[in-house]
Every structure is written in structure tokens, then in C-alpha cells.
């Protein structure tokens, strides 16, 4: 392979009836081309491995894991092409210009794909020995006896789910800023909790970052554990709304598509216990209090651990 690793702008499956290959646009500087990379078995391997090389490519949060399980179970000619290939991982632009991938914004299933299918540690658990059925039938599973065997909370069809929910209320969020913003009357007001209806233009922003926030970390394969209050809020909004979405089947396949199915998918009402520190935010969201007088919420955004907070600097989507 010649190609140094500037020269890498986007990489792409590509599916017809029998085969799904990998492809790269490689090209600048010099003309553009299209290189077939390696071929696999089904549609779900060719897209996330496709993901999981532009995150790498990127330099996206946790891009060498997302790549290393991508590789899984693939053949060892495939593993051996993409090992070779000589990419740096960058942030964002390269020779002053975004790569192509960066413009793509098709949802990426390689860090959704790294949350848990199965409560089994690993097909051979130190404990209960060899799990077999996902170890529905394990005597020393069901005492409760085996600390590796877990059930997962978090599956990647529910993960992609509450993602979904928390694209929809960022959106919204930014949507009733800039009403706002403009001057316009509240409309947005019912999606809004009631101690935050009087609250400036800015805070409504926050808050839709904080959506974007929750959605990044379900979308890097990272759990979303909230840090402060209003991430404890937006948390427990975006599973209520991950809920209504369940509602609607169309939805909900029109998003899960290529994900694989498990017995423990949409239990969104266990991750109040998986992912959520106490339930001391239930009394903000009760429609008796509020609203809160214009600045009154900034105890919101007081982390809830010294030294742990998002990149201040991070800017907004929007
Ligand atoms: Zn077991
Ligand atoms: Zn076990």
C-alpha cells in the first residue's frame, strides 16, 4: 500500500445482492479514487467497519477500540489489509481542510455496536465455567453467584433508541432557543419542564447540549452517566421520549436496522437503576414547582464530583 495516510477522505460499505465490500475515497492531494479495500459476509460487518475506519480516521473517542471490535470475527485477510492501512488518526481537519468523512453524518453503528448482547462475560466464564444460552439455564447465574455474568441494561438496539430520543430533544431545545431568541412565544413550553419555563435564551442552549452530550456518549459506546443535575434531567427526559418512540414499530425498525436483536432490548425503565446516581432530580420535574426565576437554575450544572465535567470548550452543534 502507497497511499500515505493524508490521502484517506472517507471510507464507505458497499452492498450488492452478494457481496459487501469496504471502499475508500482516497485523493487529495491528486484526483480522486475509489478503492475497493476488502470484501465480508453481511451488510451489518461491511457498514460498521466502514464506521469504525472513519472514526479512526478522525480520531473520535475511543476509535481504537471501535476499530479493534469491528475486526472481530472477520477473516484474517481482512483484519491484515486494514492493519496495514497507514492511517494517522486526526481531529478534524488535515492540510487545513475537513475530510470527506467528516461530512457524513449517517449515524455510526461502531460505537453503538460495543454495548453488551449478551449477560455472559465470555463464552468461557471463570465462575459458571462454560455459558451456554446466554446462561438462561445457569444454576450458579440465577443464586446470583457469578460476578461476570451480567445482564446488560444497555443493549445496542436500546442504546440506539435513546440516542434517537436525544437527537429529537436536542433539536427541540435549540428549536425553542431561537424562538426565544426571536422573541416568539414559548411554544415549545409542554416539552419543557415547568421550573424551566421562565429561564434565558442561554439556558435552553445548555440544556440542548447537554442532549447532544448524552446522544455522543451513547453514539462512542461510552454508558451516559449524568455528571450534573440537568444531565440527571435530560437523562431521565430522553428515556421518557425513548419510550414514546417504542411506541411506534415503523420508528423504532427504521432505526435499529442491522443491530443485532436481544432478550433484553427497550428495558429502559432499568436504566434508572444502571446509569442514574439517586432519583433526587424527580422533585424538579414535578409540575408543582416552578417556574424558576430567570437565573435560578444555575445550581443545575454544579458537577456532582470536583473534576469531573465535559470540555468546557467544547462549542455547540448549533
Ligand atoms: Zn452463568
Ligand atoms: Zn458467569
Known amino acids: 500500500m502507497s497511499l500515505d495516510d493524508d490521502r ?98 449517517g449515524d455510526p453503528i461502531d460505537g453503538i455496536l460495543m454495548f453488551p448482547t449478551t449477560s455472559c462475560a465470555s463464552s468461557e466464564c471463570v465462575t459458571c465455567g462454560n455459558c451456554v444460552d446466554d446462561c438462561q439455564d445457569c444454576e450458579i447465574c440465577e443464586e446470583g453467584a457469578c460476578v461476570d455474568c451480567v445482564r446488560p441494561d444497555l443493549t445496542p438496539r436500546t442504546a440506539r433508541v435513546l440516542a434517537a430520543a436525544g437527537s429529537i430533544l436536542a433539536d427541540q431545545y435549540f428549536d425553542h432557543a431561537e424562538e426565544l431568541n426571536a422573541g416568539h412565544p414559548c411554544t415549545f413550553g409542554e416539552i419543557v419542564p415547568a421550573i424551566m419555563r421562565k429561564q434565558p435564551v442561554e439556558f435552553f442552549r445548555r440544556m440542548a ?42 420508528v423504532i425498525d427504521s432505526f435499529v436496522q442491522g443491530l443485532p436483536e436481544t432478550r433484553y432490548d427497550y428495558d429502559f425503565n432499568s436504566l ?40 468546557p470548550n467544547r462549542g455547540f452543534r448549533r
Request: proline share 7%; aromatic share 6%; glycine share 6%.
Open 8 to 105: 484517506y477522505e472517507v471510507f464507505l460499505p458497499h452492498h450488492t445482492a452478494s457481496k459487501h465490500r469496504i471502499m475508500a475515497i482516497t485523493g487529495f492531494p491528486g484526483h480522486p479514487q475509489l478503492l475497493a479495500l476488502a470484501t465480508v459476509s453481511n451488510a451489518t460487518a461491511a457498514r460498521r467497519l466502514a464506521d469504525a475506519l472513519n472514526s479512526h480516521l478522525l480520531g473520535r473517542r475511543n476509535h481504537v477500540e471501535r476499530l479493534d471490535e469491528s475486526l472481530i470475527g472477520l477473516p484474517e485477510s481482512v483484519v491484515a489489509t486494514v492493519r496495514q492501512l497507514p492511517i494517522k488518526p486526526a481531529q478534524g481537519t488535515h492540510l487545513g481542510r475537513a475530510r470527506l468523512a467528516d461530512h457524513l453524518h
Open 272 to 311: 434508572y437503576d444502571a446509569l442514574f446516581e439517586d432519583m433526587d432530580h424527580i422533585g424538579l420535574l414535578s409540575s408543582k414547582n416552578g417556574p424558576n426565576a430567570p437565573g435560578e437554575l444555575e445550581f443545575l450544572f454544579e458537577p456532582f464530583y470536583d473534576g469531573e465535567q465535559r470540555d
Open 209 to 250: 447540549r447537554i442532549f447532544d452530550d448524552l446522544t455522543d456518549d451513547l453514539q462512542d459506546g461510552v454508558e451516559p452517566r449524568p455528571l450534573d443535575m440537568s444531565e440527571q434531567i435530560a437523562l431521565d427526559l430522553m428515556i421518557q421520549e425513548a419510550e414514546v418512540l417504542f411506541e411506534d414499530p415503523d
